[in-house]
């Protein structure tokens, strides 16, 4: 969404909203278990024509991280809803591409998804733009037309990624078509009430207020200074003027020119409602801030102004990552295709099926956690969870699983089987949008029967095969320690194994106790006197019978007491033995995870 509405000031006689435009729609008691299936009725009660419009947007004004997918994937799971009930859906994603550039980022992004510095790239493409719509900057990395284009790729390859048919909409294009100019006319014609309104959001609007922001002929800026407006001649006179952009002025040419309709755009407060209107949209989830800031004035504008009823809104929480609040400027972002070098899409989409009205932390470091959930919400919809008794929060972890699971593992399945339901070797994509809905019946009765028989290694357990390069080895050690059974079709075993690399980049990037490479061709030479041989024996027994990795830590201290063994000693030992280095990760754990013959031999010094 646009970035204007970070500078505006809200006035204190703000109106009562209309309530059916309250955002907050996930509080209170819901239709369903699943949040997008009770948003989905929402939209229906308003009995929208076909297809249903979800939107979501963005102003193209940094590097686009993952905190940004949120509109995308929040809108995917209800058009999903929506069409699982048999609706026909577009689900539509606009770039604000004609918002001004009003100050420098400090980080980009290549088109491949590397973050750079400023510094990296033509920068000067930038500094010299201040003030110009994104769509009329050169491309800093010189690939695409603009920079706004650039962005807009970018947003879509996400999108792509994940496997969910987004339509990329550009606002400059909206503009330079006439899509907004009928919308232009009616507000200019209807300025004193469009004054009026947004007079009770916005303290800077004055007598002299038009909402047209036309950009100067001469030096190409946007400016706000509109002088005189014949509606009938669809064109305003203007004086191009200096732009507050937070802490710094853009300073304007001076120049008095003439602009059309189509050479301009609307205030965000004007643009957003006219997107709904020129899109027909019937839903868009935002984030809090918008919520909060310019969805108020938003909705009174379509209602009040333009004459529409606003679109199903949906506010939802942004996530951190690692604990601390997305930053495009410092770089404290993380992009879907970092991402999903480390867990797999299908875990991705799952995290954005969680609550929206629940704040929640993306956390890398322990994305074994978020993994582990994905797992256990799989084997949830397949009926596959131990449990003695049905619990209230277990029948309503079952209906969220049924609702949810299809659509989340629906792309990955698109990508690796083919349309006679045939598993695809080594896919090359992660996962494919499904439109069809002959293609959804088969994949989901694929998802019901075919897929059923898939095999999750454990994420840990992953890493630690992660650990050695040999794939047979790893293949050897999965079906040993009885994840993969001898049985298993090619697909399933290829299926479990491709976990491994993913969980290996995430102990790599993260340096976990993961982050090591195992020795297991040959046993490293380590000088060992008797006692410690002994010590080493007796640990083998232990772990012989216990699988508990807080008891096997626990008994590695205790063994190295009952010897009279310097513990830190002890534990050197242990990461001799098994890494040929004198620090690896925590003993206990890894022991636990790496397969039993393995380590057994090891530590008794057999292989």
């Given amino acids: 969404m646009s970035d204007d509405s970070a500078t505006d000031e809200s006035a204190d006689d703000a109106r009562e909203m209309h309530p059916d435009d309250d955002p907050y729609v996930l509080q209170g008691p819901q239709s369903h278990a699943f949040w997008a299936e009770s948003v989905a009725d929402r939209i229906l009660d308003r009995d929208p024509e076909e297809p249903i419009v979800v939107k979501g947007g963005i102003s193209p004004s940094g590097v686009p991280h993952l905190g940004n997918m949120n509109e995308i994937v929040r809108g995917y799971f209800v058009a999903e809803a929506l069409r699982s009930r048999g609706y026909e859906v577009r689900q539509v994603f606009t770039a604000d591409d004609r918002d001004p550039l009003r100050k420098l980022p400090r980080k980009l992004a290549d088109l491949d998804g590397n973050i750079v510095e400023l510094g990296d790239v033509n920068a000067g493409a930038l500094g010299r733009n201040l003030g110009k719509p994104y769509t009329d900057i050169p491309d800093p990395f010189e690939c695409c037309d603009s920079y706004g284009e650039h962005f807009s790729n970018l947003i879509e390859r996400s999108a792509e990624l994940l496997g969910i048919p987004v339509e990329m909409v550009s606002n400059t294009e909206l503009y330079e078509e006439g899509e907004f100019e009928d919308l232009t006319e009616h507000l200019l014609d209807n300025r004193e009430n469009a004054r009026e309104v947004l007079s009770h959001y916005q303290d800077k609007v004055d007598e002299d207020y038009v909402p047209f922001n036309p950009i100067c002929e001469e030096c190409g800026k946007i400016t706000e200074t509109v002088t005189e407006v014949d509606v009938d001649g669809r064109t305003v006179e203007y004086v191009c003027t200096d732009m507050e952009a937070g802490d710094q002025t853009i300073e304007g040419c001076g120049h008095e020119g003439t602009a059309t309709f189509r050479e301009g755009k609307l205030p965000w407060r004007f643009e957003w409602?006219?997107?709904?209107?020129?899109?027909?949209?019937?839903?868009?989830?935002?984030?809090?801030?918008?919520?909060?800031?310019?969805?108020?004035?938003?909705?009174?504008?379509?209602?009040?102004?333009l004459g529409i009823e606003p679109p199903v809104p949906m506010a939802y929480e942004w996530f951190t990552l690692d604990g601390e609040a997305f930053s495009s400027s410092s770089g404290h972002v993380v992009m879907v295709q970092d991402v999903l070098e480390m867990i797999e899409p299908e875990v991705l989409r799952y995290f954005f099926t969680k609550d929206p009205s629940k704040a929640r932390d993306f956390s890398v470091e322990h994305f074994d956690h978020l993994v582990d959930d994905f797992d256990a919400f799989e084997r949830t919809y397949y009926g596959e969870d131990d449990r003695d008794g049905e619990s209230d929060a277990d029948e309503k972890a079952a209906e969220i699983a049924s609702a949810a699971y299809p659509p989340t593992i629906r792309p990955t399945l698109a990508a690796r089987f083919d349309a006679d339901g045939e598993p695809v070797a080594s896919p090359d994509e992660k996962s494919v949008p499904v439109t069809d809905d002959d293609r959804r019946e088969r994949l989901d009765a694929l998802a019901d029967e075919t897929f059923r028989e898939r095999v999750r290694l454990p994420y840990t357990f992953a890493a630690v095969l992660g650990m050695t390069d040999d794939p047979d080895l790893r293949e050897d050690i999965a079906r040993r320690e009885g994840h993969v059974p001898d049985d298993a079709p090619e697909w399933v075993t290829e299926f479990a194994l491709s976990r491994v690399a993913r969980a290996r980049e995430w102990a790599r990037r993260t340096g976990n106790e993961f982050d090591y490479e195992l020795k297991r061709a040959e046993m490293p030479d380590v000088d060992l006197d008797a006692e410690t041989e002994a010590a080493l024996d007796e640990l083998a027994d232990f772990v012989a019978s216990h699988d508990d990795p807080d008891e096997i830590q626990g008994e590695i201290y205790e063994t190295a007491k009952r010897h009279d063994i310097d513990i830190g000693e002890f534990f050197s030992v242990g990461y001799r033995l098994f890494f040929d280095d004198e620090e690896g990760p925590k003993l206990g754990p890894f022991l636990a995870n790496l397969d039993e013959a393995f380590v057994l031999a090891r530590l008794r010094r057999e292989a």
């Fill in 273 to 305: 409602p006219g997107q709904w209107q020129v899109l027909g949209v019937d839903h868009e989830p935002f984030g809090k801030d918008h919520a909060e800031g310019s969805w108020p004035s938003g909705s009174d504008v379509a209602r009040n102004v």
